[in-house]
């Protein structure tokens, strides 16, 4: 067992991390649990990949420029790792993530675009839909975007992808959508995060909802009777945390789509009433063609 770290685990990768306030600036416990980890692995003969071993510092106070040795190896202290697929900063901006998976559409639209000759619509919106969004959309919980810069910049992969559709270049945005029978990726995004928020209302996941979310004290007449409370918030990264930012999407739906018996109705009656959640889109979609 750690002395003073966590550890999570999943498939062939582990994570072990400590909280240190400002004031604490030892960080002896870390490297000592590093060491307890790899004296676990050399009794059970298991090898620990040591030049994959990333030090990543979430937070702004700075910490001692420690030596940190596991396997053999010392850390690389990065300022950006990919865990699970997603990009993750020290600053958990996701502006990096959002960059990452942009640049990996885009080179995917250019293979669809060499791949196959056809431009008949249907077929174009068909590869989109199973080769490129899923980039765009991967974990979108976890890293949804905050800034303009970023929203936009993920939703230009979809925007461009439309335009170059026989027949739609000189539409709007939302008229190639509307065409296309698409939605934009920002309210994708948008209904994603509701979804997950009923998932775990109902224990669907493995994901407590005491601990992010508490029901409002006090319910007006408009909204729903499931109402939420968000959490208090003093940065911007912390406001638009999933557990912050999903709450005034929750509380903007009407009682019919909260109340679903199930995952399925939900989804339908949410489709139904999406409109009250076009209200916060920030990107383009709504903006500019």
Known sequence: ALSSCQ???YADDAKVFDFKKKSEV???GLQRDLTSLQLWCNEWQMSINGGKCSLLQIGWNPIPNTRYVLGGTDATREACVKDLGVQISGRLTF???CSYVVSNASRRVGLVYRAFSSRDAQFMIGMFVTYVRPLLEYNTEVWSPVY??????VESIQRSFTKRIKGLFNKTYLERLEYCSLESLELRRIKTDVMLVYKMMHKMVDLSFDDYFKYAPVVGTRGNSLKLYPSLATKVV???YFGNRVVNYWNALPEVVVTAPSLAVFKKKL???QNCLLVFLKGRALRNP
């Open 7 to 9: 550890i999570k685990l």
């Open 95 to 97: 502006a990096e993530h």
């Open 271 to 273: 489709l139904e009433h």
């Open 26 to 28: 030892s960080v002896a």
């Open 148 to 153: 303009l810069r970023d929203i936009d910049k």
């Open 238 to 240: 912390t406001f638009n």
